[in-house]
């Protein structure tokens, strides 16, 4: 089998650039128009990324989720409270957020504190979820160890056959994060390795936009 290069392999980014003058004041709205951007040059799911967690005494964790909503309150994503995930947050509510849109050469990393959504909103997109999705979500402990496969379908099965008429209720281990950023990096691929960053951090309510050395 033919390998893979891995120390060999260099990509150089030239396709655009980020500076101060032309990145907007407040990063929601810049994060908007990147992801907007992404969609447009072809990304396949510009909407996922890594979320990173860590538990009360530091060890880290991560895995890629599906960004659903954004906005000045900041940025949301779904998922089972119960999951490993949901274990480290509420021991350790802080957060980071890494997406990589891989054909306009940019990266942008979210970090601050995580709450959860209100269990109205919840129900609401919870609610906008097709059928199948809603029974996975009641069926499946998600991060728990489970017998085998088997055991999975059936109990997917077994809950198609208690709710035949779609109403499925939301369960209260599933729902809603809001991530409120207390900064917010933009990256840009740049030729020769001297890409652009621009750091944007809140303070005293304000946004503060740096720039970082690549
Ligand atoms: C493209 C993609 C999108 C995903 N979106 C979600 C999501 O929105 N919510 C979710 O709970 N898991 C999602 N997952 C699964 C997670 O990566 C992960 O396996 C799961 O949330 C359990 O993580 P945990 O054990 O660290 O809590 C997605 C995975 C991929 C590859």
């Known amino acids: 089998m033919k390998k893979t290069s891995i120390t ?22 810049q994060f908007s128009e990147w992801l907007e951007q992404a969609s447009q040059s072809g990304v396949k799911e510009p909407h996922a990324f890594t979320l990173s967690t860590a538990s009360r005494s530091g060890k880290p964790s991560a895995r890629i989720l599906l960004l659903r909503d954004v906005g000045e309150k900041g940025f949301i994503f779904y998922t089972n409270y119960n999951s490993r995930k949901g274990a480290q947050l509420k021991e350790n509510p802080f957060a980071a957020m890494t997406f990589f849109w891989q054909s306009v050469e940019r990266q942008v990393r979210v970090e601050g504190k995580v709450i959860k959504l209100s269990a109205a909103l919840s129900d609401k997109y919870f609610n906008s979820r097709p059928y199948a999705s809603r029974v996975s979500a009641v069926a499946s402990p998600q991060s728990k160890v489970v017998k085998n496969r088997q055991w999975l379908e059936e109990s997917h099965e077994a809950l198609l056959e208690k709710y035949p008429n779609e109403n499925v209720p939301r369960p209260a281990h599933w729902g809603g994060y809001l991530l409120i950023p207390s900064q917010i990096e933009f990256w840009q691929g740049r030729p020769n390795r001297l890409h652009d960053r621009l750091r944007y ?3 005293g309510g304000k946004w503060k936009m740096e720039r970082l050395a690549p």
């Open 201 to 203: 951090t809140l303070r």
């Open 8 to 29: 060999g392999h260099r990509q150089d980014y030239s396709k655009h650039s980020l500076d101060e003058a032309s990145a907007d004041k407040n990063p929601i709205r």
